[in-house]
């Protein structure tokens, strides 16, 4: 596809999105429109990305559907939810509903408003990522361990695989994070990586189309290689707290009636066989 196909296709496609939302979605003061499509990179199967924002909502949602054939993912929206989000993507260091707002090219009444929001956006993608650090900075760096080290034993090619297969986001979370820039998931992975580090990406790339075929090495002295940047590997003296309200009580006594049959009130079981 050359440059004026791929300018034509985003046309095509941006003029679908002004009419989705202008009838499927009444009442909204703006949207953002973007994806692969948008940008004339797309497949036969790639979709519309659409933020959809309204001046007010109960609650925000997503959805799914096709229109005018395309297929078109839907995330709605009001200022406040939507401000929730773009924090909560802030604060994962995984900037997906960032990237849309960011990247997007607006539809709607409230351009101004639509503007001063994409700003806003752009400036927190140009911050880059907080810095790892904490419980789930701890947790990453174990899970890397944890998995790298189900690589050092004699395992059957199946096993090697599905133990890349869990490996592969966690060790480009870890690549990523770790150099200051932001995550991403799925296909961004290692497109991210590319664009920090060709040989990185290269290296890593290599290491899991290997590990695909059975052979775990190079993944090995890969995530070994990270770890080193961050202390080395992560397992003596990892702890992780539970929530302290992660509890249930027994079945038998949320079973128990707390009064009898003749009205008076009944003391837990667990009070009743201490006494």
């Known amino acids: 596809m050359d440059e004026l196909q791929r300018d034509n296709l985003a046309e095509q496609v941006l003029a679908a999105a002004r009419r989705c939302v202008a009838n499927r979605y009444v009442g909204a003061a703006f949207a953002y429109a973007t994806g692969s499509l948008m940008r004339g990179e797309g ?3 790639s979709d519309i990305d659409l933020v959809v924002v309204f001046p007010s909502l109960e609650r925000a949602w997503r959805e799914s559907f096709t229109h005018e054939g395309f297929p078109v993912e839907a995330f709605i929206h009001d200022e406040e939810t939507l401000a929730h989000y773009l924090h909560a993507d802030a604060e994962s260091g995984c900037p997906i509903v960032v990237n849309m707002v960011a990247a ?3 539809v709607g009444s409230d351009i101004e408003r639509a503007r001063l929001i994409q700003a806003k956006a752009a400036g927190v993608l140009a911050s880059g990522p907080k810095l790892l650090a904490g419980a789930s900075y701890d947790m990453l760096r174990y899970q890397v361990t944890d998995l790298a080290d189900d690589l050092r034993g004699d395992r059957s090619p199946e096993e090697i695989a599905a133990i ?3 490996l592969y986001q966690k060790l480009a979370d870890l690549i990523l994070l770790g150099r200051g820039a932001w995550t991403g998931r799925g296909k961004w992975a290692p497109r991210l990586i590319r664009k920090l580090d060709v040989q990185l990406a290269a290296e890593f790339d290599a290491a899991f189309r290997l590990a695909a075929q059975g ?5 090995l002295a890969l995530a070994d290689r990270e770890l080193a940047l961050h202390g ?3 397992f003596d003296g990892f702890r992780q707290e539970a929530p302290l ?12 009636p707390l009064v009898s049959s003749e009205g008076v009130a009944k003391a837990p079981a667990s009070t009743r066989a201490s006494s």
């Not at 052979?215 to 993944?219: E, L, R, V």
């Not at 309200?245 to 128990?256: F, P, Q, T, V």
Request: hydrophobic share 40%; proline share 0%; net charge positive.
């Open 104 to 106: 997007g090219r607006i």
């Open 215 to 219: 052979d775990g090495s190079q993944i």
């Open 43 to 45: 497949t036969a199967f």
């Open 164 to 166: 890349a297969a869990a």
């Open 245 to 256: 309200g992660a509890r249930r009580l027994n079945r038998d006594e949320e079973a128990a």
């Open 232 to 234: 080395g590997r992560c």
